[in-house]
């Protein structure tokens, strides 16, 4: 079983961007704490992180085997991703998730619905198999077992 994490725009500055809201882990400790979660489950976990949507959704595409370089095969079982803002923008990255048939998690690290009006409204979660807001970056570690769950019982 394979896992792909996903963080969009602005996620790299973890650690140091507004660390009132988003707490002081860095991306790359969130993302090595992912990788041995994982592998504690004996699954594997690659991340991804880009500040451009259409890389977003290529790396979405290659995931699913599309694109240059594709055999069409399925590389990835879940993904779970962080979109940052791109969650209250993009029908693109919405297309894409849902072009590809691959069951997604959607993670926030802070309460989006305590927040500004404008990130109530996602154009992801009606087609995420789940949505998590509001625990802090152990929102990705919730995520990552709940999907090891899921995979070992075969879904
Ligand atoms: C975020 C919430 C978004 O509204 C914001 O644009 C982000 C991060 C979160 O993890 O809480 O960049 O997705």
Request: charged letters at 20%; a neutral charge; glycine letters at 10%.
């Amino acid at each position: 079983g394979s896992i792909l994490i996903i963080n969009g725009p602005n996620l790299n500055l973890l650690g140091t961007r507004e660390p009132a809201i988003y707490g002081s882990e860095t991306l790359s400790d969130v993302e090595s704490s992912a990788k041995s979660l994982a592998s504690s489950h004996g699954l594997t976990l690659e991340t991804f992180q880009s500040n451009h949507e259409g890389h977003i959704i290529d790396r979405i595409h290659q995931a699913a085997g599309f694109g240059p370089n594709g055999d069409g095969k399925k590389h990835v079982d879940w993904i779970i991703i962080n979109p940052g803002a791109l969650t209250h923008t993009s029908v693109g990255l919405r297309d894409a998730l849902t072009g590809v048939s691959i069951p997604f998690v959607e993670c926030h690290i802070s309460n989006v619905h305590a927040r500004e009006e404008f990130r109530h409204k996602s154009f992801l979660s009606d087609k995420a198999v789940a949505v998590i807001a509001g625990l802090g970056t152990f929102g990705y570690t919730a995520a990552v077992d709940f999907v090891a769950k899921k995979i070992k019982a075969g879904k």
